[in-house]
């Protein structure tokens, strides 16, 4: 992480709440969107503006993760697709965490791209990202299960056993990584920030990564990168056991920014829903084979409760703590590598 990607982090917090008052307030319904969108349909999504924008090129991005040309490697089919449908040129946009891909939505460095469950939130009310699609299959989207994970060598076997231990969460924003563990471990009998201290790893693989090497004793992971994980070699399955399995939650969804020109966003969804994977996609992506419709409002239901029961709604406030964390986290990771 460099020092500009720092100040870039650090910009993204300067940069909300800039609108003027005037702006504001014509605006007749807003939920929680930021003062730079408004939703006057109460889809719970920025509407489409009266200046609308046309790029030339196609700025595609996806879910942060260590190594991100993991998944520019994964989606050069549908890159490509893309790029044929829309007789656009599109470049695959790599992001280092969860803040600067919102920020480069928000900015309009983005033009289309996939945010985690959680983030999506936050895209949505913080950088009037428009979700529209999740991977899936002919049934529909798919989703994932928030597992944790423990060393199969390990004598942990329940959720109750990790009291006083090492227990890394992802990050504050994200779903599987933190919000769902603390609405939903509690009644399995362990209070997060209470029975352990919540630490962040900074992303799924991290998490993982780390119970493999024994920096923490269990982690909660969304089940979808875990199992891609064990399906590229990254981890061996075997060395690990899973305690907790949640029910259901949607998968990382697909968002494109709220003020392109109609017909673009439009254009965009039907490249999207006529591709099938070629079958080294649907091999990374554990069998999905297509993209499915989704709304915000409907499907990421379940989400945005989880959100509020956990005391982290997708608002400004909670935004903002989430990017002072990753700037803070980026500037120490900066100042280390400065070091000689």
Known sequence: MTLARYGAALALLCGFG????????????????????????????????????????????YTPVEDPAVYENAFKPFTAHLAQCTGKRVVYYPVQSNSAEIEAMRSGRLTVAGFSTGPLGFAVNMAGAVPFAAKGTEKGPEGYN????????????????????????????????????????????LKPGEDYKVVYSGGHDKSALGV??????????????????????????????IIYTSEKFPSSGFAYAHDLKPELAEKLKQCFYDFRFPPDMVKDFEGD?????????????????????SGTPYNKAAYEREAAREAEAARKKAEGQAKP
């Open 18 to 61: 800039l609108l003027s008052p005037a702006r504001a307030a014509e605006c007749a319904n807003r939920g929680q969107l930021d003062d730079a969108y408004c939703d006057a349909n109460q889809d719970l999504v920025a509407d489409t503006p009266a200046k609308t924008r046309d790029p030339s090129v196609i700025v595609f991005a």
């Open 146 to 189: 928030l597992i944790v994970v423990v060393k199969a060598s390990s004598p942990y076997k329940t959720l109750a056993d990790l009291k006083g231990k090492r227990v890394a969460h992802t990050a504050p924003s994200s779903n599987s990584g933190n919000l769902a563990p603390k609405a939903l471990f509690p009644e399995q009998g």
């Open 212 to 241: 493999g090497t024994g920096d923490y004793d269990a982690a909660p992971v969304a089940s979808d990168v875990f199992n891609r994980m064990v399906a590229r070699g990254t981890i061996k399955g075997d060395d690990y056991r």
């Open 289 to 309: 084979d297509r993209f499915a419709p989704i709304t915000y409002l409907k499907d990421w239901a379940i989400v945005r409760k989880v959100a509020e029961d």
